[in-house]
């Protein structure tokens, strides 16, 4: 069986003493296996990535973003085969993989630019014949280590700023669905990146912990679950580093009374439904004000619904694919059952959903609950499945005031026709990304990425500009060229 491995200065590699099933989630079957990276791999990568830094930090910017214009062209070249494999060992739909991998590409455009955004900035005679300039260095190895639901799009949050930058990186990757990640890597090898600058480890905490340990790495991006997270950016930063680490979220929709009801059923249905729910910027909740509202809701959502499609990735007439792994579909089913139990009303229920020829097979059907109240475990964690949980309130204020009392503040929206409300609700929410009418307000590439609350540990986001200042350091030089005009005595008052 295929083992996948790693990809250390400039080379495939491969420790097989611990490894890990990798499934086809459509199927259910094993179809690889993952090799799980020692402390000894981990260093020989960090190592291999220390030793590329002082040739890369001195190439010209220019020739770094040379480097990323092919490696943007290579990513559309092999669009297909990416989707593929994404496909193979996420079970998201060949159509959600392209958008998940073009939103990637657009980072990598956006790294491209990396000598205007490097600029600097420069004052000249600051003092007599003084100049003073800022200027923004590479940090050294800097690490990235990302979840299973983008394995293409995550990482190239990172790693292509971070290069462009004059960084070198070593990448971990989710141990769930490797494949797409590595591939990807290699490309920047053929791209022409020199051996070292990029290193991509597979592994599981023993590698996670390596890094974080490692007085050579300078810097941690994280994305993953909100329990991780923490974990992370509390070591990484006891450790000295600097660190930003993006968790999980509870994102809700707004139903007004003067909505667009056709239209928010319509944006509702993909963004709770699409990826099977597992997107960190998926809504999952849907908070209706008044009882018509609700009623109106329900009875679109549920017509809407007999219309999905759940099934294998490569079929493009598909809507969804399946959970990633058979722990997570119990675990989701399990988040149903607790919500009836809890009171709430199952109006269309997944939990027994087959899928013709693809019947072991990872799959929850798209579920849509009524009646749900804040006390429920079912509203108060992350599902990552497709489920929708709808709250009633009677006012908008009541709807934000929940919103806002929730531990998560990733992303959210409100469905309204009133532009003032709108303007209140955007002005006055707690939480990061904020959707008007748009269901997921995903930041493009050029703007940059995080959310509130416990969906964020740390200062600065994720991509965009950002990220140019999270892969930097600001270096502050003050300089004079002495000649015998300006030549002073002994001052001993600060200089002012
Ligand atoms: P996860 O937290 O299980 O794993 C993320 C990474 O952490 C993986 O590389 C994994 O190997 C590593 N990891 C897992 N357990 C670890 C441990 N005990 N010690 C050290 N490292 C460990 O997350 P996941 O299930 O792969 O991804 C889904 C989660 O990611 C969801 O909560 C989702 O909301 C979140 N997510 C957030 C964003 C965001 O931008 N905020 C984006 C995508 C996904």
Not at 165 to 172: E, I, Y
Request: with cysteine; proline share 4%.
């Amino acid at each position: 069986m295929t083992i996948v491995g790693h990809f250390i200065n400039g080379e495939a590699r491969s420790d097989s003493e611990r490894t890990q099933d990798v499934y086809n989630p459509s199927t259910g079957e094993v179809s690889k296996q993952v090799a799980l990276a020692s402390k000894e791999t981990v260093e020989e990568a960090i190592a291999a990535a220390q030793a590329a830094f002082p040739a890369w930090r001195n190439t010209p910017v220019g020739k770094r973003a040379a480097v990323m214009f092919r490696f943007k062209a290579l990513l559309e070249q092999n669009a297909d085969k990416i989707c593929q494999l994404i496909g193979d060992e996420h079970g998201k739909i060949c159509h959600d993989a392209a958008g998940e991998l073009q939103r990637g590409i657009e980072n990598v455009e956006y790294a491209c630019g990396v000598g205007e955004l490097l600029k600097g900035e420069h004052s000249k005679n600051a003092g007599p014949q003084i100049d003073s300039w800022s200027e923004f260095q590479p940090l050294g190895v800097v690490t990235g280590i990302t979840p299973f639901n983008f394995p293409a799009m995550v990482p190239l949050w990172m790693y292509p700023m971070a290069i462009a930058c004059g960084n070198t990186f070593v990448l971990k990757p989710s141990e769930r669905d490797p494949s797409s990640t590595l591939f990807i890597a290699s490309l920047l090898k053929e791209a022409g990146l020199p051996d070292g600058v990029m290193n991509v480890v597979n592994g599981d905490k023993v590698a996670v912990d390596t890094l974080l340990e490692d007085k050579r790495v300078q810097a941690v991006s994280f994305v993953g679950s909100t329990h991780i997270a923490e974990y992370i950016y509390t070591t990484a930063t006891a450790n000295g580093k600097r660190c930003q680490a993006l968790g999980g979220a509870k994102n809700h929709a707004i139903v007004m009374p003067d909505a667009d009801l056709d239209n928010a059923v319509n944006q509702l249905l993909g963004a709770a439904f699409g990826s099977s729910g597992e997107r960190c910027m998926a809504l999952s909740v849907a908070v209706a004000v008044g009882d018509a509202t609700a009623d109106a809701l329900i009875t679109k959502m549920s017509e809407g619904m007999k219309a999905l499609k759940a099934g294998e990735a490569s079929d493009k007439s598909n809507d969804f694919g399946p959970v990633i792994t058979r722990a997570h579909q119990q675990k989701v089913v399990g988040y149903i059952d607790s919500a009836e139990k809890d009171g709430a009303t199952i109006a269309v229920d997944g939990r027994e959903v087959s899928v013709s020829g693809y019947e072991d097979g990872f799959f929850v059907g798209a579920t849509l609950i009524d009646n749900v109240t804040t006390d429920m475990v079912s509203y108060k964690e992350e599902i990552f499945g497709p489920v929708l949980q709808v709250i009633r309130v009677d006012t908008m204020e009541e709807a934000m005031a929940l919103i806002n009392e929730h531990e998560y503040g990733n992303g959210t929206c409100i469905f309204t026709r009133d532009g003032e409300a709108a303007r209140y609700f955007s002005d006055n929410i707690q939480v990061g990304m904020v959707g008007i009418n748009v269901p997921l307000p995903v930041p493009v590439s050029y703007q940059s990425f995080g959310g509130w609350k416990r969906s964020l540990f740390g200062d600065l986001y994720a991509y965009g500009p950002d990220a140019v200042k999270f892969y930097t350091r600001r270096k502050t030089i003050t300089q004079r060229w002495p000649s015998s005009g300006v030549r002073e005595g002994v001052n001993f008052s600060f200089p002012s």
